[in-house]
């Protein structure tokens, strides 16, 4: 892609101009991405800045163009690297790992907007075809380094996309750094390898142990108004993002004073996580409830509000620490919940070696890819049952 960088009279190029905007999504959020606060950073007037890059929604497009240009150098850098050291499941996890930590340190402006455009566009009601042409590169790059083939882009990308977001909030959690690596090495193997090493059969469980919240909320169902308040904070979560949950907005979708909701949740994070429990308490009554009638626990608005509420909270929590070990907590929780009997309903049937390291590495691609089917409107079933058909397909290709 080549993106073109004009410089104004005042000296102030495009690229400039894109550099401000990432700078802003990164530290507020693409909520706060307007044209007045980006005029005041780089010392613009707005309708220079207007006149220069457009409505909001082209200078958004603008900067989609600028930042998957940037991907697609760094892509090159690393495919590179790649063609020239040829490996197998373990060099590829290994190389891939690299790629991954150096995409999130010198790629983080990328990263980190990458994401957040798929959460906003899951919440609207177009797709950016902008955006779906990056994610198709992207998938293509992440899938050469895990798979040594372009062709697992869907699956690649979902595993990649979502675990970016816990690991831009982790940081240095060793714990979470090691149990990635054995993800890596268990998705490049392709999910379901045979006997696991003794050693990694032993650490698994205790690094999947190690993510725990010591700091559950507690929650008081049988308060009325502490429950309206949880179930509105929800609806906010899913609605708008979890950026925009504040005591105000929780307390105008409640129906109650902003006092109120400080007096039952204190701080804003207290309010995140009890919000994001209502979404989780929302979805297994409905799982039960389809378990019940023997139907597709995948189709339903909580399963969605589910996937969006849980990705959100870790890309919160690049912005709020306090709200890391929740998001921790809930990655270890997804994989936890997968079982083996949910396989078939998501196209995998009797497979060998699953365990609970492949339940981690499953849950995580699953939700990235419901994400980005949302984002794209693409039908979600049907889009990582083919990423999975595919998956099944390159295993036979090496067994053969």
Known sequence: MQVKHSVSQDGIGVETIVDAALDIIVRQGLSELTLRPLALKIGMSVSVISARMGSKDQLIDRVIEEAAARDARFFARWLDLAAAVPTGPRGRATLSDLAFRDWLDTGRSQALFLIELVHDRALQATPSPLLDAWLERAGAFWSTLLFGSPALGDLALGYILDEAGFALGAGGNPAYTLLRLHCLHRFADGLFPGPVEDDAAN????????????????????????????????????????????????????????????????????????????????????????????????????????????????????????????????????????????????????????????????????????????????????????????LSAWRTTLAD
């Open 203 to 390: 650490a698994i469980p205790r690094l999947i142990a190690a993510l725990e919240s010591r700091d559950q909320p507690t929650s008081d169902l049988d308060d009325p108004k502490r429950r309206r308040i949880a179930d509105s904070a929800a609806q906010v979560i899913v609605s708008q993002g979890i950026d925009m949950v504040t005591h105000r907005s929780v307390a105008l979708a409640a129906g109650v004073p902003a006092s109120t909701v400080v007096y039952h949740f204190g701080a804003r994070g207290a309010l995140v996580v009890a919000g994001l429990n209502a979404v989780i308490l929302r979805f297994h009554a409905y799982r039960d409830r389809a378990r019940a009638a023997n139907i597709a626990p995948n189709d339903d608005s909580s399963a969605r509000d589910l996937i969006k509420a849980t990705s959100m909270i870790a890309l919160a929590s690049v912005r709020e620490p306090t709200l890391v070990p929740h998001a921790l907590d809930m990655r270890r929780r997804r994989g936890e919940n997968i079982r083996a009997v949910d396989l078939e309903s998501l196209g995998i049937v009797d497979p060998p070696g699953f365990d609970r390291a492949t339940a981690q590495v499953i849950s995580i691609a699953l939700f990235g890819m419901q994400m980005i089917a949302m984002a794209r409107k693409l039908p979600e079933r049907d889009y990582y049952h083919r990423a999975f058909a595919a």
